[in-house]
């Protein structure tokens, strides 16, 4: 690996050059999918410490051009998907239909009480209980987005036996002879909150989108969902058609 030397005369900070080196680096020399060297390499490279280092690898990771995977290294990023939010969107549909590989993790489920928001935008009193069904979604096996879900206990009794995994619309289809339509979506950049940033796999200063969605029934136009998803801003694009 080649030495690099440092310029601590320039009132740049070290760890600020290393991070527009390597930036420079990541678009001319690396793809997505690659791994930067290893850090003691790299402090080496740059007669740095591990400490000055890590805060460089940081500002990539905040920029988004790198993650950080405990035990592997840190992994080149590639660019942001664009994720189409339409009527009828689907996870797993949309993103196989551009050649990725999409899954899903439940992390939770558990019935609630509804209030604030949840109960206006489902259209149910205070108090009335909902289950609330956390999933962490994946592209490519990285993290993509997380999205808890909410739905009144009172009209799908079932749906917390019922739901095991994968796609909440199909249930809504086959159980329920029900087709789920999004009616609003509301989005915000904002700070991950509880433990997203674990289950995203960023840092606890790194921006995300924020998408409240509601669902109703097709044909009753009673809401059936409220959503709320929060995803890695790094890896979306979102794209809201009629």
Do not use: W
Request: one cysteine or more.
């Amino acid at each position: 690996m080649t030495l690099c030397a440092i310029n601590r005369n320039t009132g740049e900070s070290v760890y600020r050059q290393i991070c527009r080196i390597l930036e420079q680096e990541i678009k001319s020399t690396y793809e997505a999918g690659d791994y930067l060297p290893v850090e003691v390499d790299l402090a080496a490279r740059f007669s740095v410490n591990r400490h000055t280092l890590r805060r460089a690898i940081d500002e990539l990771v905040s920029m988004g051009l790198v993650e950080r995977q405990h035990g592997r290294g840190n992994l080149i990023l590639g660019e942001a998907l664009e994720y189409k939010v339409g009527e009828k969107t689907r996870f797993t549909e949309r993103l196989e239909s551009l050649g990725k590989l999409a899954s899903t993790k439940v992390i939770r489920k558990i019935v609630v009480p509804a209030y604030g928001g949840v109960a206006r935008r489902l259209v149910i009193k205070e108090d009335s209980f909902v289950l609330m069904i956390e999933t962490l979604r994946q592209v490519d096996g990285r993290p993509f987005c997380v999205i808890s879900h909410f739905i009144p206990v009172s009209r799908f009794p079932d749906f917390e036996t019922d739901y095991r995994g994968g796609s909440l619309h199909a249930l809504f289809e086959q159980k329920y002879a029900i087709t789920p339509v999004r009616k609003e979506s509301l989005t915000t950049a904002c700070l991950p909150l509880g433990d997203d940033a674990v289950h995203l796999l960023i840092p606890k200063n790194f921006p995300i989108l924020r998408v409240k969605s509601v669902n109703i029934d097709a044909k009753t136009q009673h809401p059936v969902e409220y959503s709320i998803t929060r995803f890695r801003s790094d890896r979306v694009q979102l794209s809201f058609t009629p």
